[in-house]
């Protein structure tokens, strides 16, 4: 079975299951638009320390993704280190993360449980528009 995102998050909510990395399979017609341009990754509330990865040391970015898959779309907000960013990035423009992964988290904060995924990829690849590639 193929773990898509919204698979994944469904069956996070139905079970106990560690908080681990997970690879996000995709459909051979999954597809990605740029959504919003990446935005830097903070350390701390203050905004004073960029977040960087801790195998490279490159600087993150948050870049927002519409997924596209059988008929369906949904918003990811993804992590991705600025080495990974390709040049003409827009809103718009279709993409494809490279080594796509999810991490389930939870947190209580004011006596409230959160909960959610934090998708990363290694890279976003630039794809060719539709009407071109057909």
């Not at 469904?10 to 908080?19: G, H, L, S, Y």
């Not at 003409?88 to 279709?94: D, N």
């Not at 796509?100 to 976003?124: C, E, H, K, Q, V």
Request: net charge neutral.
């Amino acid at each position: 079975m193929v773990i898509t995102p919204r698979r994944l998050a469904e069956r996070n909510r139905k079970e106990a299951t560690p908080m681990a990395r997970i690879r996000v399979g995709l459909l051979p017609t999954s597809s990605f638009m740029v959504g919003t341009l990446p935005v830097p990754k903070y350390a701390d509330q203050e905004k004073t320390q960029f977040a960087t990865d801790r195998e490279t040391g490159a600087k993150l970015y948050t870049i927002t993704l519409f997924f596209m898959e059988e008929g369906r779309a949904e918003a990811l907000k993804i992590t991705v280190p600025e080495t990974g960013l390709p040049d003409g990035l827009k809103p718009g423009v279709p993409v494809m993360p490279v080594e796509l992964f999810a991490t389930p988290w939870a947190r209580i904060f004011n006596g409230s449980l959160s909960d959610g995924i934090a998708y990363r990829a290694d890279r976003l690849d630039l794809m060719a528009p539709a009407a071109e590639a057909a």
